[in-house]
């Protein structure tokens, strides 16, 4: 049974950093990419970054320069770096696995999913 599992959110001030942490299991991802999506209360779930095979990485526009995707095969965990953190960045974070071919920023084209984790920036 596939399953990916985040870790890492939590209460945060302005300015400061937190890693998100998810441990996939039940499947090696590691020919596939992997994404951070997150949702705000009362908003659509919105891309934030992805990491593909060759280990490319992009980002929405909002976090760029601020956060950072990566991936350690050997511990099927993709990792969110987020630095200098703004309450506009508070959300439930989800990562997922994109097992078939499409847009990374598109939702719809993530095939499994994990249950998120909270991430409050406070002012």
């Known amino acids: 049974q596939v399953q990916l599992v985040e870790s890492g959110g939590g209460l945060v001030q302005a300015g400061g950093s937190l890693r998100l942490s998810c441990a996939a299991s039940?499947?090696?991802?590691?020919?596939?990419?992997m994404g951070w999506f997150r949702q705000a209360p009362d908003k659509g779930r919105e891309f934030v970054a992805v990491?593909?095979?060759?280990?490319?990485?992009y980002y929405a526009d909002s976090v760029k320069g601020r956060f950072t995707i990566s991936r350690d095969n050997a511990k099927n965990t993709v990792y969110l770096q987020m630095n200098s953190l703004k309450p506009e960045d508070t959300a439930v974070y989800f990562c997922a696995v994109q097992i078939r071919s499409g847009t990374y920023s598109d939702r719809r084209s993530y095939d499994y999913w994990g249950q998120g984790t909270q991430v409050t920036v406070s002012s």
């Open positions: 990491i593909e095979l060759g280990d490319g990485t």
């Open positions: 039940g499947r090696t991802f590691s020919s596939y990419p």
